[in-house]
């Protein structure tokens, strides 16, 4: 079963940079998945921030796209987050979670692998 | 984007009861609507995907249906257990949304 583990600071200030990275174990970051970043809120939905393929190509949500970067480091089987410009908005628990796929009639993905999170509060 | 909305936003119910929670896409996406529940400091688990597909090791009393833009997931004799936020997600398009979610508590 493939295990993923966010790390990264706990606590950013305002107008900083919130990075995170996550490791993957028991499975490679270099098979066919994508690996997403999403968010939560207190009180407020899941917020899928974006994805990234294990050949680096990569797509945001519109919301974020000018703030957030996610990499790929297949050495290390880690992906990360970064997202620049923080404020109090985006105090959040930040999940690490990767795809898989279902053949049937047509071509599906579903979240299946979730890191535990991890929270982020923005914070002077 | 595809705006995915959940109702109710919460429930409760007795253990044994049959309850259902509904999301409805703001425009058609298929099957492409996945269930997850997700426990009080955890993370979500998946629960259906592609629609109605029940993920392996989830107990065969939830199930899920779709009609047009309305999806349903029914937890039939619901177990202590079952208390949860439960939330929809759409895989029909980027960006990926979520419902606002469902809490369900036992009675």
């Known amino acids: 079963q493939v295990q993923l583990q966010e790390s990264g600071p706990g606590l950013v200030k305002p107008s900083g940079t919130l990075s995170l990275t996550c490791t993957v174990s028991?499975?490679?970051?270099?098979?066919?998945?994508?690996w997403n970043w999403v968010r939560q809120s207190p009180g407020k939905r899941l917020e899928w921030i974006g994805q990234?393929?294990?050949?680096?190509?990569?797509n945001y949500n519109p919301s974020l796209e000018s703030r957030v970067t996610i990499s790929i480091d297949t050495s290390q089987n880690q992906v990360s987050l970064t997202l620049t410009s923080v404020t109090a908005a985006d105090s959040a628990v930040y999940y690490c979670?990767?795809?898989?796929?279902?053949?049937?009639?047509?071509?599906?993905?579903?979240?299946?692998?979730w890191g535990q999170g991890t929270q982020v509060v923005v914070s002077s | 984007d595809i705006q995915m909305t959940q109702s109710p936003s919460s429930l409760s119910a007795s253990v044994g009861d049959s309850v259902a929670i509904t999301c409805r896409a703001s425009?058609?996406?298929?099957?492409?609507l996945n269930w997850y529940q997700q426990k009080p400091g955890k993370a979500p688990k998946l629960l259906i995907f592609a629609g109605s597909k029940l993920q392996g090791g989830v107990p065969s009393r939830f199930s899920a249906s779709e009609s047009g833009t309305d999806f349903t997931l029914i937890i039939s004799s619901l177990q202590p257990e079952d208390s949860a936020m439960y939330f929809c997600?759409?895989?029909?398009?980027?960006?990926?949304?979520f419902g606002q979610g469902t809490r369900v508590e036992i009675k």
């Open positions: 979670v990767g795809d898989q796929n279902y053949y049937g009639s047509n071509y599906y993905t579903f979240f299946k692998y």
């Open positions: 990234i393929l294990h050949t680096g190509k990569v």
């Open positions: 997600q759409q895989s029909y398009n980027l960006p990926r949304t």
């Open positions: 028991n499975g490679s970051v270099t098979n066919s998945n994508w």
């Open positions: 425009r058609p996406i298929a099957s492409y």
